[in-house]
C-alpha cells in the first residue's frame, strides 16, 4: 500500500510561484495514476493535474491552470511534484496528491490513496 506525504507549500505573493512535491513510500510512483488536487472550505475536491507513466510521462491538467502548472515525476526520488506558477488568490487552498494503480482521471473518487494535504495561500 502506498504512502504519500506532500510538502512545499506556504503563503505567496499573487504572480509568484511553488513547488509542491509528494513523496512515495511502499509503492513506486511510475506504477500509479498520480493525481493532484485542491480543496477550499466548503467547496469539493478539485481536479488540478494528473500524470502516468508509460515508458515517459503523460501529464493532464485542469482549464484552469494549463499553462501556469507543471507535473512532473523522478523516479530515482519516487516522487511527483507540481511546479505552480504565475500564482492567484484563486489558486488557495490545500493541496492534496493521489494514487490509484487502476485508473487515473480527474475524478477524486477514483483514488484510492491520499497524502495529508499541504496549505497554499496566495495574497498579497
Known amino acids: 500500500q502506498v504512502q504519500l506525504v506532500e510538502s512545499g507549500g506556504g503563503m505567496v505573493q499573487p504572480g509568484g510561484s511553488l513547488r509542491l512535491s509528494c513523496a512515495a513510500s511502499g509503492g513506486t510512483v511510475r506504477t500509479y495514476y498520480i493525481g493532484w488536487f485542491r480543496q477550499v472550505p466548503g467547496k469539493e475536491r478539485e481536479f488540478v493535474a494528473s500524470i502516468t507513466y508509460n515508458a515517459a510521462y503523460y501529464a493532464y491538467y485542469a482549464d484552469s491552470v494549463k499553462g501556469r502548472f507543471t507535473i512532473s515525476g523522478d523516479n530515482a526520488k519516487n516522487t511527483v511534484y507540481l511546479q505552480m506558477n504565475g500564482l492567484k488568490p484563486k489558486d488557495t487552498a490545500v493541496y492534496y496528491c493521489?494514487?490509484?494503480?487502476?485508473?487515473?482521471?480527474?475524478?477524486?473518487?477514483?483514488?484510492?490513496?491520499w497524502g495529508q494535504g499541504t496549505q497554499v495561500t496566495v495574497s498579497s
Open positions: 493521489a494514487a490509484d494503480p487502476r485508473v487515473g482521471n480527474s475524478n477524486p473518487a477514483t483514488y484510492d490513496y
